[in-house]
């Protein structure tokens, strides 16, 4: 059975992201989330086996029934299972095609292979037991206003308590954020690989052997940085230059014609505080933030009371764009559901619909005209909809309520 598959985070998956070595990681990102007619057709049932096949390789998930998605479209969390089938192009966007992806679907013998087992077949080992810290428990000391690094929200006002070396609690962060804080996996010394497993060495130690690699190397590249901050990406030029290398980064395979149509064009945009203090229409487009970015709704958009936005909830209206119905989509005062690769006939449509001319818009881009049709008409439904539609009296669901606040975890 052909299908199409698409990818994202979960917050289980999220939540068990620094304990990939747990059967409850793997269990997450080996889920398969299918239509319950797509499960009907290849005669399978919730929680047997089944194979999906890509260009780039073939892995078995666990059939989990969900009426969110539409049938032929297949959901994975993130992680090494859904990277074992994923390939590498990013068509210069700087992500792979997490979102689009066709594959084949069909019943398998075998269950779903550990997290370990998929990252063992990848070239990767086991890394050293990572010891307890330790040290002075007598006094607790707490640090306000310190960031989370997890997600591109950035909260800045979490509340971080250390006794003896080990963050004991953390406030006002989200459940991602707080587990986050409080794994305690985290390698404090660098490693070297030693066969088929890892060994703990000392810093001198490990900045020794990479110099001697870089010097031995005749013509050493030295590529990435995208993640590194800009005071090491000076050292890496100066040292590039020192040893006569090559120095690249990712937007040469990634971000690099985005940028230049940046350049070209422009980038319209605004920063997150002016959204929360003036944004009265907030529209997810192909994003769950409850899941991705938890505090994303609470702290920038929808239940956040901005400058001109005295009520928050009551002052905006929540449009998502999805091509299945996400936990935001599920909260949003109105979902539009696409088809798969239909985003381009939408923008097509909510571009025509500005047309100052008033001209009809143009039905000869590439696509059917029956769905630029109907994408139009959605739109124009929806933006009346949102005009007139104020009604409150739904009451959001708890669940997702709780996911919004601020999470306060202790151990
Ligand atoms: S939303 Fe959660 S994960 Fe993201 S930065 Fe804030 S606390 Fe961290």
Redesign the pocket.
Known sequence: MRVFITSGRTITQGRELYRKDTPAYSRETSRCFIHPFDLLEIGAEEGDSLLLSTVAGEEVFSATPSEDLVPGTIFIPCGPHANAILHADTHGTGAPDYKWLEGTLARADMPPRSGWEVLGEQGGASCPQVPEPGGDESGSTTFRDVV?P??G???DD?VVQVRGGIVTSVDN??A??SE?FLSRSRLCTPIARNGEAWTSIGFFEAIRYAAEVLADAERPLLFGWSGTSSEAQCIGIRIAEEIRGVIDNCSSICHGPSIMGIQEVGHPGCSLGVVKNRADVVIYWGSNPIES????LSRYTTYVNGRYRDNGHQDRTLVVVDIRKTDTAKIADEFLQITPGGDYAVFSSARDRQRPCGCPPPNDRGHPPGEVDMARRSLQECSVRCALHRDRSDPVPRQVQERAQCNRVRR
């Open positions: 989370c997890l997600c929200c950035l909260c979490l962060a989200c991602l954020g986050k970015h938890p505090r994303h």
